[in-house]
Each structure stands twice: as structure tokens, then as C-alpha cells.
Nanobody, 121 residues
Framework: QVQLVESGGGLVQAGGSLRLSCAAS????????MGWYRQAPGTERELVATITSDGTTNSADSVKGRFTISRDNAKNTVYLQMNSLKPEDTAVYYC???????????????WGQGTQVTVSS
């Protein structure tokens, strides 16, 4: 019913940039907070950045100054601009959204399928 589809991942060299996109589609009434998480091999999933419906952002200390999260509410899309990439940024990046479905009275958290980001040294 609801899909979060990420795109933009790939292989880049250290110091390079990537721009991730996540488009939400389906029976959506409203989207509250959207965010990006990542999970490297052998580690737990961690928060990268979030953005509220009003545009308030929060990001992990490890990516501040390098990553920028943004959203286009008209397109139900969230972006993650990643600059100055480091090998330690290598992970599967997952899109997340807290949204309300049509004809439902509660908020639900949805996850995308993930997109691989690999940064070579």
C-alpha cells in the first residue's frame, strides 16, 4: 500500500559526493518526519539525519557539515546530499517516514528497501 523507494546509491571515491532520494507513494494522507538511517556490515542501524514536516533538521555528529537532509513535501520526497564522503560512510542507507494513511487514525513508521553506498579509499 505504501512504498518508500530509495535511489542514488553507488560507488564513489573518498571525498566524492552522492545524492540519495526517497520517494513515498501509496495511500498516504500526511507525512510527518522523514529520515535516513544506515547500517554498515556487522553494526546496528544508526540514525543519520531527520527532517520534520516544518523543515527542522537533526543529524548525527559524524555527518554534520558533510551531509544535508532536505525534503519536497509536494513530491513526498526526502533527499540526502552527501559530500566529502569517507570510507566509514559505507553502509546500506534506509529511508524512513512517519506517516498517516488515508482512512487510518494513527501514525505509522515505514522503511525503504535500502540503497548501498560504498566509499573507496
Amino acid at each position: 500500500q505504501v512504498q518508500l523507494v530509495e535511489s542514488g546509491g553507488g560507488l564513489v571515491q573518498a571525498g566524492g559526493s552522492l545524492r540519495l532520494s526517497c520517494a513515498a507513494s501509496g495511500n498516504i494522507f500526511s507525512i510527518n518526519t522523514m529520515g535516513w538511517y544506515r547500517q554498515a556490515p556487522g553494526t546496528e542501524r544508526e540514525l543519520v539525519a531527520t527532517i520534520t514536516s516544518d523543515g527542522t533538521t537533526n543529524s548525527a555528529d559524524s555527518v554534520k557539515g558533510r551531509f544535508t537532509i532536505s525534503r519536497d513535501n509536494a513530491k513526498n520526497t526526502v533527499y540526502l546530499q552527501m559530500n566529502s564522503l569517507k570510507p566509514e560512510d559505507t553502509a546500506v542507507y534506509y529511508c524512513n517516514a512517519i506517516l498517516a494513511l488515508k482512512y487510518a487514525g494513527s501514525w505509522f513508521r515505514y522503511w525503504g528497501q535500502g540503497t548501498q553506498v560504498t566509499v573507496s579509499s
